[in-house]
């Protein structure tokens, strides 16, 4: 009986470390072989002149993300005909929040969860390999099917309801500021406040409201006054009573309360 030939995987992400773990941990299997590291962009042509079996496809890249990639392979892959199937088995590598995992879950997609460690790697990694050797024997009944992996897009793409920008009037002006811009937002009256930066504005709208507009995953009440963008938290230090500082850029130190220490822990996958 011969060797079965090694496992080819090429990891599509544009953080040199998340690329450098991912390597280091597969270099750990003798069945696996790097053939490659791409960003969103070089993803397409490394896919087409490599022909990976496994793909690691980070979610979240600058210019072209995971889901970029997926689309642009569409037209290449098709729904039926010789094209079916040709798209790579794709373990995903996002920072989602567990809300939207679960659409990971119900078309029972392999992802990994930044940061990862060993033990849920290698479940991804054994889960994968399974997968191919079903597809290179002919079954691929248990392989995600490309139309699956497009239907995801869909399923994880933010409702149309969520702010894509806050208009702002202040002085005779008039700013147009992006969600992702935001730093944190804190409650004054019937105002919020909006930090960016150097910069504050200030906004006639409640807090409440303004959190019912933005997108969960990216920004979370810490305290009863405070929302936070969480791509800006750079630091959390234990406080008394079981309260947490919370450190952006710039030394700016937040509180995170007890009882909205549960929606930022589901949010980040950790236990504080």
Known sequence: MGVAAAVKALIVDDEPLACERIS???AEDPEMEVIGRADGHGALRAIKELAPDL??????MPGLDGFGVLKSLDSGVGEAGAGAGR???????TA???????????????????????????????????????????????????????DLMGDLKPPANYLERLVVKENGRIFLIRPGEIDWIEAEGNYVRIHSGKTSHLLRETLSNLEARLHPAKFVRIHRS?????????????????EYRV??????????????????????????
């Not at 793909?55 to 979240?60: I, P, S, Y």
């Not at 790697?121 to 009944?141: L, P, Y």
């Open 24 to 26: 280091n941990l597969l």
């Open 55 to 60: 793909l690691f496809l980070d979610v979240k």
């Open 87 to 93: 798209l790579p088995v794709v373990i995903f590598v």
């Open 96 to 150: 989602f929040d567990r809300y939207a995992l679960r659409a990971f879950e119900a078309r029972a997609l392999n992802y990994l969860v930044k940061p990862f460690d060993r033990e849920p790697f290698q479940k991804a990694v054994q889960r994968a390999k399974a997968e191919i050797r079903n597809g290179r024997n002919g079954d691929r009944s248990h392989v995600a099917h490309p139309r699956q992996l497009f």
């Open 226 to 242: 405070t929302i936070v963008n969480i791509d800006r938290v750079e630091e959390m230090q234990a406080w008394f009573h079981g």
């Open 247 to 272: 450190i952006l850029p710039g030394g700016v130190q937040l509180t995170l309360t007890k009882s909205y220490k549960d929606r930022l822990q589901e949010q980040l996958g950790i236990s504080l």
